[in-house]
């Protein structure tokens, strides 16, 4: 059974900071890129952010850049993403999704196979 769960949502005020955590179980996470996709309510599903197997990041929309960072623990078989400096307009629910693949690919949902639940992310003062 494979299996992506997210944690870390919550809620906090304008310029703070959290961490959202996807662990996978039923495979090892390493071998494939992870993506992280959010939906904020009324809104479409978008790409946020993206890590390859070999580390490197690709930031989907010009909104988190400077202020979202991906990072692998590979001994915890998690992906993170640190969020810093959040707005309001990031208020949303954060879904990670495996492509199957090492590389990133398109921020298309259609190209990510695997996803998890979500967890919700409420930016407000």
């Known amino acids: 059974q494979l299996q992506l769960v997210e944690s870390g949502g919550g809620l906090v005020q304008p310029g703070g900071s959290l961490r959202l955590s996807c662990v996978a179980s039923g495979f090892t996470l390493d071998y494939y890129a992870i993506g992280w996709f959010r939906q904020a309510p009324g809104k479409e599903r978008e790409g946020v952010s993206c890590i390859s197997t070999s580390g490197d990041t690709t930031n989907y929309v010009d909104s988190v850049k400077g202020r979202f960072t991906l990072s692998r623990d590979s001994a915890k078989n998690t992906v993170y993403l640190q969020m810093n400096s959040l707005k309001p307009e990031d208020t949303a629910v954060y879904y990670c999704?495996?492509?199957?693949?090492?590389?990133?690919?398109?921020?298309?949902?259609?190209?990510?196979?695997?996803w998890g639940q979500g967890t919700q992310v409420t930016v407000s003062s």
């Open positions: 999704a495996a492509p199957y693949t090492t590389t990133c690919p398109p921020p298309r949902g259609v190209d990510f196979g695997h």
